[in-house]
Protein backbone atom coordinates (compact mmCIF):
# COMPACT_ATOMS: atom_id res chain seq x y z
CA UNK A 1 0.00 0.00 0.00
CA UNK A 2 1.46 3.42 -0.86
CA UNK A 3 2.26 5.61 1.89
CA UNK A 4 0.01 8.05 3.81
CA UNK A 5 0.49 11.61 3.87
CA UNK A 6 -2.11 13.18 5.99
CA UNK A 7 -1.78 17.11 6.11
CA UNK A 8 -3.77 19.37 8.21
CA UNK A 9 -3.91 22.77 7.39
CA UNK A 10 -4.25 24.94 10.25
CA UNK A 11 -3.11 24.70 14.68
CA UNK A 12 -6.05 25.86 16.24
CA UNK A 13 -7.85 23.22 18.59
CA UNK A 14 -9.30 21.87 15.72
CA UNK A 15 -6.40 21.21 13.25
CA UNK A 16 -4.09 20.37 16.34
CA UNK A 17 -6.84 17.42 17.70
CA UNK A 18 -7.24 16.49 14.40
CA UNK A 19 -3.79 15.73 13.43
CA UNK A 20 -3.07 14.35 16.94
CA UNK A 21 -5.89 11.70 15.96
CA UNK A 22 -4.51 10.93 12.72
CA UNK A 23 -1.06 10.12 13.97
CA UNK A 24 -2.88 8.36 16.89
CA UNK A 25 -4.94 6.12 14.94
CA UNK A 26 -2.86 5.43 12.08
CA UNK A 27 0.81 5.34 13.52
CA UNK A 28 2.26 4.88 10.24
CA UNK A 29 1.18 7.96 8.19
CA UNK A 30 2.69 10.91 7.74
CA UNK A 31 1.31 13.70 9.35
CA UNK A 32 2.05 17.33 8.74
CA UNK A 33 0.32 20.19 10.45
CA UNK A 34 0.97 23.40 7.95
CA UNK A 35 0.13 26.52 10.27
CA UNK A 36 0.40 29.95 9.67
CA UNK A 37 0.61 30.57 13.46
CA UNK A 38 4.30 30.89 15.04
CA UNK A 39 3.46 29.06 18.07
CA UNK A 40 2.25 25.38 18.67
CA UNK A 41 -1.65 25.55 19.58
CA UNK A 42 -2.70 27.75 22.35
CA UNK A 43 -6.10 28.49 23.56
CA UNK A 44 -7.95 31.75 22.05
CA UNK A 45 -10.39 31.95 25.01
CA UNK A 46 -6.92 32.72 27.26
CA UNK A 47 -5.61 35.87 25.12
CA UNK A 48 -8.04 38.66 27.14
CA UNK A 49 -7.04 37.29 30.57
CA UNK A 50 -3.42 36.71 29.25
CA UNK A 51 -3.77 40.82 28.66
CA UNK A 52 -5.01 41.76 32.00
CA UNK A 53 -1.45 39.94 33.21
CA UNK A 54 -4.04 37.10 35.02
CA UNK A 55 -2.10 34.24 32.59
CA UNK A 56 1.35 33.74 32.01
CA UNK A 57 1.91 33.34 28.24
CA UNK A 58 3.29 29.91 28.89
CA UNK A 59 -0.19 28.76 30.38
CA UNK A 60 -2.15 29.39 27.41
CA UNK A 61 -0.43 26.53 24.96
CA UNK A 62 -2.02 23.55 24.66
CA UNK A 63 1.43 21.59 24.58
CA UNK A 64 5.05 22.56 24.20
CA UNK A 65 6.55 22.79 20.29
CA UNK A 66 8.54 19.55 21.45
CA UNK A 67 5.71 17.69 21.66
CA UNK A 68 4.63 17.16 18.50
CA UNK A 69 8.04 15.53 17.35
CA UNK A 70 7.80 13.40 20.53
CA UNK A 71 4.10 12.21 18.90
CA UNK A 72 5.65 12.09 15.36
CA UNK A 73 3.59 14.46 13.88
CA UNK A 74 5.78 17.28 11.74
CA UNK A 75 4.60 20.85 12.95
CA UNK A 76 5.29 23.58 10.12
CA UNK A 77 5.02 27.04 12.09
CA UNK A 78 4.88 30.16 10.06
CA UNK A 79 3.87 29.52 6.86
CA UNK A 80 0.44 30.21 4.93
CA UNK A 81 -0.74 27.40 2.52
CA UNK A 82 -2.49 29.54 -0.55
CA UNK A 83 -3.84 27.38 -2.68
CA UNK A 84 -5.42 23.95 -3.29
CA UNK A 85 -5.10 21.93 -6.37
CA UNK A 86 -7.44 19.03 -5.89
CA UNK A 87 -6.94 17.13 -9.16
CA UNK A 88 -3.12 16.70 -8.32
CA UNK A 89 -4.34 16.29 -4.35
CA UNK A 90 -1.52 19.05 -3.53
CA UNK A 91 -1.16 22.76 -1.34
CA UNK A 92 0.53 25.27 -2.90
CA UNK A 93 2.64 27.64 0.25
CA UNK A 94 3.27 31.18 -0.08
CA UNK A 95 6.86 30.37 -0.82
CA UNK A 96 5.38 28.47 -3.61
CA UNK A 97 6.35 25.06 -2.41
CA UNK A 98 3.92 22.35 -3.36
CA UNK A 99 3.07 19.89 -0.59
CA UNK A 100 1.09 16.53 -2.23
CA UNK A 101 -0.96 15.04 0.72
CA UNK A 102 -3.13 11.90 0.13
CA UNK A 103 -5.66 13.13 2.82
CA UNK A 104 -6.30 17.03 3.65
CA UNK A 105 -8.21 18.30 6.59
CA UNK A 106 -8.62 22.38 6.25
CA UNK A 107 -8.59 23.69 9.83
CA UNK A 108 -8.22 26.86 8.86
CA UNK A 109 -10.04 28.65 11.60
CA UNK A 110 -11.90 31.97 11.35
CA UNK A 111 -10.82 36.20 11.38
CA UNK A 112 -12.35 39.04 12.97
CA UNK A 113 -16.01 40.38 11.27
CA UNK A 114 -15.97 43.77 10.43
CA UNK A 115 -19.11 44.75 9.07
CA UNK A 116 -19.15 46.50 5.98
CA UNK A 117 -20.20 50.17 6.85
CA UNK A 118 -17.47 50.19 9.33
CA UNK A 119 -14.99 49.13 6.60
CA UNK A 120 -13.13 52.03 6.12
CA UNK A 121 -12.41 52.44 9.55
CA UNK A 122 -10.56 49.01 9.64
CA UNK A 123 -6.65 50.40 10.01
CA UNK A 124 -7.30 52.65 12.98
CA UNK A 125 -9.35 49.98 14.96
CA UNK A 126 -7.81 46.74 16.90
CA UNK A 127 -9.26 43.50 17.11
CA UNK A 128 -8.11 40.30 18.76
CA UNK A 129 -7.99 36.85 16.90
CA UNK A 130 -4.00 36.03 17.57
CA UNK A 131 -1.25 35.57 20.26
CA UNK A 132 0.31 38.70 17.74
CA UNK A 133 -2.80 40.90 18.47
CA UNK A 134 -2.87 40.28 22.16
CA UNK A 135 0.85 41.15 22.31
CA UNK A 136 -0.17 44.79 20.27
CA UNK A 137 -2.84 45.35 22.72
CA UNK A 138 -0.66 45.03 25.54
CA UNK A 139 1.69 47.49 24.03
CA UNK A 140 -0.76 50.19 22.96
CA UNK A 141 -2.03 49.65 26.54
CA UNK A 142 0.87 50.55 28.13
CA UNK A 143 0.48 53.79 26.56
CA UNK A 144 -3.26 54.88 26.99
CA UNK A 145 -5.54 54.98 29.84
CA UNK A 146 -9.07 55.10 27.71
CA UNK A 147 -10.80 52.15 25.10
CA UNK A 148 -13.72 52.08 23.18
CA UNK A 149 -14.68 49.09 22.72
CA UNK A 150 -17.59 48.19 19.76
CA UNK A 151 -19.35 45.59 18.70
CA UNK A 152 -20.34 43.46 21.68
CA UNK A 153 -19.62 39.99 20.83
CA UNK A 154 -18.38 37.41 23.28
CA UNK A 155 -14.89 38.42 23.35
CA UNK A 156 -15.46 41.94 23.65
CA UNK A 157 -16.96 41.20 27.29
CA UNK A 158 -13.77 38.98 28.35
CA UNK A 159 -11.78 41.95 27.10
CA UNK A 160 -13.44 44.43 28.85
CA UNK A 161 -13.28 42.86 32.11
CA UNK A 162 -9.24 42.47 31.28
CA UNK A 163 -9.63 46.33 30.50
CA UNK A 164 -11.87 47.28 34.07
CA UNK A 165 -8.72 45.15 35.90
CA UNK A 166 -6.02 46.92 33.94
CA UNK A 167 -7.79 50.31 34.81
CA UNK A 168 -8.71 51.54 32.12
CA UNK A 169 -11.55 53.86 31.33
CA UNK A 170 -14.08 51.94 28.79
CA UNK A 171 -16.83 52.99 26.60
CA UNK A 172 -18.55 50.05 25.45
CA UNK A 173 -21.05 50.97 22.23
CA UNK A 174 -23.02 48.53 22.79
CA UNK A 175 -25.38 47.65 20.17
CA UNK A 176 -28.16 44.77 18.34
CA UNK A 177 -24.98 42.79 17.62
CA UNK A 178 -24.04 42.18 21.09
CA UNK A 179 -23.62 38.94 22.40
CA UNK A 180 -23.04 37.71 18.73
CA UNK A 181 -23.78 35.03 17.84
CA UNK A 182 -26.24 34.69 20.94
CA UNK A 183 -29.58 35.96 20.14
CA UNK A 184 -29.85 39.09 21.36
CA UNK A 185 -33.09 40.81 22.64
CA UNK A 186 -33.96 44.00 24.86
CA UNK A 187 -34.22 42.50 28.28
CA UNK A 188 -30.48 40.99 27.77
CA UNK A 189 -29.49 44.31 26.44
CA UNK A 190 -29.95 45.94 29.27
CA UNK A 191 -29.11 43.64 31.38
CA UNK A 192 -25.91 43.60 29.60
CA UNK A 193 -25.66 47.64 30.01
CA UNK A 194 -26.54 47.10 33.45
CA UNK A 195 -23.65 44.98 34.57
CA UNK A 196 -20.96 46.54 32.08
CA UNK A 197 -22.25 49.72 34.08
CA UNK A 198 -21.35 48.65 37.50
CA UNK A 199 -18.06 47.61 36.17
CA UNK A 200 -17.54 51.33 35.85
CA UNK A 201 -18.39 50.78 32.25
CA UNK A 202 -19.45 54.04 29.73
CA UNK A 203 -21.95 52.09 27.83
CA UNK A 204 -23.31 53.63 25.31
CA UNK A 205 -26.60 52.61 23.73
CA UNK A 206 -28.63 53.32 21.01
CA UNK A 207 -25.17 55.32 19.54
CA UNK A 208 -24.03 55.10 15.73
CA UNK A 209 -20.44 55.44 14.88
CA UNK A 210 -20.36 58.54 11.95
CA UNK A 211 -16.65 58.87 12.09
CA UNK A 212 -13.31 57.96 13.11
CA UNK A 213 -9.37 59.92 12.82
CA UNK A 214 -6.52 59.20 13.67
CA UNK A 215 -5.09 62.00 15.83
CA UNK A 216 -1.52 60.55 16.92
CA UNK A 217 -0.19 57.18 17.09
CA UNK A 218 -2.00 57.32 20.76
CA UNK A 219 -5.24 59.09 20.12
CA UNK A 220 -8.21 58.74 17.85
CA UNK A 221 -11.06 60.78 17.69
CA UNK A 222 -14.59 59.28 17.83
CA UNK A 223 -17.75 61.32 16.27
CA UNK A 224 -21.04 59.26 17.30
CA UNK A 225 -24.44 60.62 16.98
CA UNK A 226 -24.41 62.96 19.54
CA UNK A 227 -20.99 63.68 20.35
CA UNK A 228 -17.13 63.70 19.72
CA UNK A 229 -14.24 62.44 21.89
CA UNK A 230 -10.95 61.07 21.75
CA UNK A 231 -9.97 57.00 22.83
CA UNK A 232 -6.47 55.81 22.66
CA UNK A 233 -7.61 52.61 21.19
CA UNK A 234 -10.46 51.50 19.54
CA UNK A 235 -11.38 47.78 19.82
CA UNK A 236 -13.79 46.16 17.07
CA UNK A 237 -15.80 43.44 18.36
CA UNK A 238 -17.80 41.86 15.38
CA UNK A 239 -17.55 38.09 15.97
CA UNK A 240 -15.49 35.49 13.84
CA UNK A 241 -16.13 34.63 9.98
CA UNK A 242 -14.54 31.52 8.37
CA UNK A 243 -10.74 32.40 6.64
CA UNK A 244 -11.10 30.59 3.51
CA UNK A 245 -10.46 33.12 0.93
CA UNK A 246 -7.35 31.36 -0.34
CA UNK A 247 -9.45 28.70 -1.20
CA UNK A 248 -11.62 30.45 -3.54
CA UNK A 249 -11.62 28.97 -7.34
CA UNK A 250 -9.86 25.86 -5.82
CA UNK A 251 -13.12 23.75 -6.71
CA UNK A 252 -14.05 23.12 -3.26
CA UNK A 253 -17.57 24.68 -2.59
CA UNK A 254 -17.72 27.46 -0.28
CA UNK A 255 -20.45 29.49 0.90
CA UNK A 256 -19.86 31.66 4.54
CA UNK A 257 -17.65 28.46 5.20
CA UNK A 258 -16.22 25.31 3.37
CA UNK A 259 -19.78 23.18 2.44
CA UNK A 260 -19.08 20.01 3.97
CA UNK A 261 -21.68 16.61 4.68
CA UNK A 262 -22.09 15.55 8.04
CA UNK A 263 -19.22 13.54 8.19
CA UNK A 264 -16.97 16.67 7.71
CA UNK A 265 -16.11 15.44 4.01
CA UNK A 266 -15.95 18.33 1.55
CA UNK A 267 -17.40 16.95 -1.91
CA UNK A 268 -13.57 14.95 -2.79
CA UNK A 269 -12.38 11.88 -1.37
CA UNK A 270 -10.30 12.43 1.17
CA UNK A 271 -10.65 15.81 1.56
CA UNK A 272 -12.71 17.22 4.94
CA UNK A 273 -13.15 20.58 6.44
CA UNK A 274 -13.81 21.67 10.05
CA UNK A 275 -13.57 23.28 12.78
CA UNK A 276 -14.73 27.76 12.69
CA UNK A 277 -13.97 27.33 8.94
CA UNK A 278 -16.42 24.23 7.89
CA UNK A 279 -20.07 24.99 6.90
CA UNK A 280 -21.81 21.75 8.32
CA UNK A 281 -24.63 19.78 6.64
CA UNK A 282 -27.44 19.42 9.24
CA UNK A 283 -29.72 16.14 7.65
CA UNK A 284 -32.69 17.15 9.88
CA UNK A 285 -32.68 20.69 9.58
CA UNK A 286 -31.92 20.11 6.00
CA UNK A 287 -29.59 23.74 5.92
CA UNK A 288 -26.02 24.30 6.85
CA UNK A 289 -25.14 25.62 10.09
CA UNK A 290 -21.46 27.29 11.39
CA UNK A 291 -19.55 26.03 14.77
CA UNK A 292 -18.55 28.31 16.95
CA UNK A 293 -16.35 28.15 20.25
CA UNK A 294 -13.45 25.91 21.50
CA UNK A 295 -15.43 22.57 22.67
CA UNK A 296 -17.16 22.21 19.16
CA UNK A 297 -13.55 22.57 17.38
CA UNK A 298 -11.81 20.39 18.98
CA UNK A 299 -14.35 17.61 18.76
CA UNK A 300 -15.08 18.72 14.94
CA UNK A 301 -11.07 18.28 14.41
CA UNK A 302 -11.43 14.37 16.16
CA UNK A 303 -14.55 13.58 13.91
CA UNK A 304 -12.71 14.64 10.56
CA UNK A 305 -9.66 12.64 11.40
CA UNK A 306 -11.87 9.72 12.31
CA UNK A 307 -13.39 10.05 9.08
CA UNK A 308 -10.46 10.43 7.05
CA UNK A 309 -9.72 7.37 8.36
CA UNK A 310 -12.44 5.59 6.94
CA UNK A 311 -15.05 6.45 9.97
CA UNK A 312 -18.43 7.16 9.83
CA UNK A 313 -19.04 9.65 12.41
CA UNK A 314 -21.74 12.27 12.27
CA UNK A 315 -21.28 15.99 13.30
CA UNK A 316 -24.36 16.17 15.50
CA UNK A 317 -25.29 19.72 16.18
CA UNK A 318 -28.15 19.58 18.99
CA UNK A 319 -31.09 21.20 16.79
CA UNK A 320 -32.21 22.98 19.65
CA UNK A 321 -28.56 24.53 20.07
CA UNK A 322 -28.50 25.99 16.53
CA UNK A 323 -29.79 29.17 15.24
CA UNK A 324 -30.25 32.16 13.22
CA UNK A 325 -27.87 34.92 12.80
CA UNK A 326 -27.93 37.52 10.03
CA UNK A 327 -29.15 34.29 8.02
CA UNK A 328 -26.47 31.81 9.38
CA UNK A 329 -27.25 28.68 10.91
CA UNK A 330 -24.62 29.11 14.44
CA UNK A 331 -23.74 26.40 16.41
CA UNK A 332 -22.00 27.80 19.99
CA UNK A 333 -20.03 25.41 22.35
CA UNK A 334 -19.09 28.85 24.03
CA UNK A 335 -19.88 29.61 27.07
CA UNK A 336 -19.76 32.95 28.96
CA UNK A 337 -19.69 33.86 32.83
CA UNK A 338 -20.12 38.04 33.09
C1 LIG B 1 -10.01 36.21 21.76
C2 LIG B 1 -10.89 34.99 21.60
C3 LIG B 1 -11.65 34.55 22.68
C4 LIG B 1 -12.43 33.40 22.55
N1 LIG B 1 -13.15 32.98 23.64
C5 LIG B 1 -13.83 31.81 23.54
C6 LIG B 1 -14.51 31.29 24.69
O1 LIG B 1 -14.51 31.89 25.76
N2 LIG B 1 -15.14 30.10 24.54
C7 LIG B 1 -15.16 29.39 23.35
O2 LIG B 1 -15.73 28.32 23.28
N3 LIG B 1 -14.56 29.89 22.27
C8 LIG B 1 -13.89 31.07 22.33
N4 LIG B 1 -13.26 31.57 21.22
C9 LIG B 1 -13.47 30.88 19.92
C10 LIG B 1 -12.57 29.69 19.75
O3 LIG B 1 -11.25 30.02 20.12
C11 LIG B 1 -12.65 29.24 18.31
O4 LIG B 1 -13.97 28.80 18.07
C12 LIG B 1 -11.66 28.12 18.03
O5 LIG B 1 -10.35 28.58 18.23
C13 LIG B 1 -11.81 27.62 16.60
O6 LIG B 1 -10.83 26.68 16.37
P1 LIG B 1 -10.31 26.33 14.90
O7 LIG B 1 -9.19 25.36 15.09
O8 LIG B 1 -11.45 25.96 14.04
O9 LIG B 1 -9.74 27.70 14.31
P2 LIG B 1 -8.63 28.71 14.81
O10 LIG B 1 -8.45 28.63 16.28
O11 LIG B 1 -8.99 30.02 14.21
O12 LIG B 1 -7.29 28.16 14.14
C14 LIG B 1 -7.08 28.28 12.76
C15 LIG B 1 -5.65 27.90 12.43
O13 LIG B 1 -5.50 27.90 11.01
C16 LIG B 1 -4.33 28.61 10.65
N5 LIG B 1 -4.51 29.11 9.28
C17 LIG B 1 -5.52 29.88 8.80
N6 LIG B 1 -5.37 30.07 7.48
C18 LIG B 1 -4.25 29.41 7.13
C19 LIG B 1 -3.57 29.23 5.91
N7 LIG B 1 -4.01 29.78 4.76
N8 LIG B 1 -2.42 28.50 5.90
C20 LIG B 1 -1.95 27.94 7.04
N9 LIG B 1 -2.57 28.07 8.22
C21 LIG B 1 -3.70 28.79 8.26
C22 LIG B 1 -4.21 29.68 11.72
O14 LIG B 1 -2.90 30.19 11.77
C23 LIG B 1 -4.60 28.86 12.96
O15 LIG B 1 -3.51 28.09 13.40
C24 LIG B 1 -12.48 32.70 21.32
C25 LIG B 1 -11.73 33.17 20.23
C26 LIG B 1 -10.92 34.29 20.36
C27 LIG B 1 -10.11 34.77 19.18
Redesign the pocket.
Known sequence: MAEEHFVV???????HEAAMTLKKKAPDAYVTI????RQSCYR??L??DFIAGKVREEALFVCPPGAYREKGVKLRTG???AGLDLKEKSLILDHKEVVGFTGLIV????KPRIPETLLVFKDLMLT??TLEDARIWMDRLSQTETVLVMGGD??SF?VTKALVKLNKKVFFLLDEEAFWPLRCDRTVLEEAAHRLARLGVEVLVGRRLMSMARLSNRAYEVQLNGDRFAVGIVGAFFG?VP?IR?LVGSGLRIDRGILVNEYLNAGHEGVYAT???AQIYHPELRDYWVS????N?VSL?RIAALNLLGGEVKAEAAGESVFEVQGIRVNT???MEF
Open positions: IGNGPAGISRNPHLPQRVAAGGLKLTALDFGDCIGYDAGSWW
